[in-house]
């Protein structure tokens, strides 16, 4: 289908090591966010861009956590020396326009587990 | 009930029956609210969103109700059928920001037939 894909799905990491996680948002969507899913909760934001423009970071966690959209469409979304506490599921999201309440089409998440 | 496992609330119904699902919210100016829907292994499906500027907003099957007064939210889901066993977020849209949104801990509701 035409949907949010992301990938790896699941993703297992020794402590210490780095990840990178893809999202490909639906074709033509302009606003594109990163949300962080722990076990059993609701997602949490993390960052929003809107094309290539990062404009909100204030969620990410520490300054280990890093995205990047270059070309405003595929974004990824690296976690360096990574920790048991960064085990979650990170959900992508796109919406067709910028900066508007638009509806928000998720991605089925990649979950990272951290040993 | 509460799931230990999960820690999530709970809600048990029979197929047929109505579901009301509740939802507080925090902050009282947000002016945006929405429903999701969340099956195991996917993310999160939008289901309905309300303004604050009303009360009451209807869809398929799906009702959602809005109380400023109190900062509660419902979803009511009219003949549950098995396919509406997931876990249902509400999303509130808080001022100054009008893309960020913020979840609530969702409720797991199972349908059983």
């Known amino acids: 289908g035409a949907g949010v894909s992301q990938s790896p799905r699941y993703k297992v990491a020794k402590r210490g090591q780095d990840v990178a996680l893809r999202c490909d948002p639906i074709?033509?969507?302009?606003?594109l966010f990163w949300y962080q899913q722990a076990l059993g909760q609701g997602p949490e934001f993390l960052t929003y861009?809107?094309?290539?423009?990062?404009?909100?970071k204030s969620g990410l966690p520490s300054d280990r956590f890093f995205a990047e959209r270059p070309e405003g469409s595929v974004s990824t979304l690296k976690i360096q020396r990574t920790q048991q506490e960064d085990s979650a599921v990170y959900l992508c999201?796109?919406?067709?326009?910028?900066?508007?309440?638009?509806?928000?089409?998720f991605g089925s998440g990649t979950q990272l587990s951290v040993l | 009930g509460e799931s230990v496992g999960l820690h999530l609330p709970t809600l048990s119904v029979q197929e047929g029956d109505n579901s009301i699902i509740n939802c507080a919210y925090s902050?009282?100016?947000?002016?945006?609210f929405i429903w999701y829907k969340q099956e195991s292994g996917k993310g999160p499906q939008f289901i309905i969103d309300?303004?604050?500027?009303?009360d009451k907003r209807q869809g398929q099957r799906v009702t959602v109700l809005l109380n400023k007064t109190v900062k509660h939210l419902s979803l009511q889901i009219a003949a549950t059928q098995p396919g509406d066993s997931a876990v249902y977020f509400c999303?509130?849209?808080?001022?100054?920001?009008?893309?960020?949104?913020?979840f609530g801990k969702g409720t797991l509701l199972t349908v059983n037939p």
């Open positions: 999303a509130e849209n808080s001022g100054g920001s009008n893309y960020k949104l913020t």
């Open positions: 999201a796109s919406a067709v326009e910028g900066g508007d309440r638009e509806k928000l089409f």
């Open positions: 902050n009282s100016a947000s002016d945006y």
């Open positions: 861009f809107q094309n290539e423009a990062q404009l909100d």
């Open positions: 309300i303004r604050s500027n009303m």
């Open positions: 074709s033509g969507h302009v606003s």
